[in-house]
């Protein structure tokens, strides 16, 4: 079965589901309790058929996964000259350091304050926070453009399953 890596990903998050749900039935269906001298009252349990769905789901999510992960190891994503796998973690980096920039940022280039026995103390700045303000404008930039080139790529790229 061909699908695009997109729903592919989609694919894995409901085979997960499905999963999560057979074991929160199984955990509540599992076991009955009962007192003395009363009628059991059984679910529709079977253990057997239980294990079964649930390796049969994770056959098919394995399949899926190493499917995806072959693909983002080999496509490349455009405009980057990139893997699919490299961009992700380019991403990553990207991210991290627009979050260090930001917090850059937001400090004032010199400040005072009085310290609790009266004395003025300044903090000043060793880099201009106005130069972070504009190359995080281009780091989002950058960023928006190479999440677009990922989610293209996993529009347009199909794999076997």
Do not use: W
Not at 13 to 29: A, G, P
């Amino acid at each position: 079965m061909k699908m695009c890596n997109s729903e592919a990903m989609k694919a894995i998050k409901e085979l997960e589901e499905k999963k999560k749900n057979l074991i929160f039935t199984e955990d509540n269906r599992s076991k009955i309790s009962y007192k003395e001298g009363e009628e059991k009252v059984l679910t529709k349990y079977n253990y057997d058929k239980t294990r079964k769905s649930i390796a049969e789901i994770d056959e098919k999510i394995r399949k899926i996964k190493h499917a995806l992960a072959k693909s983002n190891c080999t496509v490349v994503v455009d405009d980057f000259g990139i893997t699919i796998g490299e961009a992700l973690v380019y991403l990553a980096q990207l991210n991290a350091e627009y979050r260090q920039l930001d917090d850059l940022s937001g400090y004032p280039k010199l400040a005072r304050r009085i310290t609790a026995n009266g004395v003025l103390e300044y903090t000043e700045c060793l880099y201009d926070p106005e130069k972070t303000t504009q190359d995080l404008e281009v780091l989002h930039s950058k960023i928006c453009k190479l999440q677009v080139a990922i989610d293209r790529a996993n529009l347009t790229n199909y794999i076997e399953v």
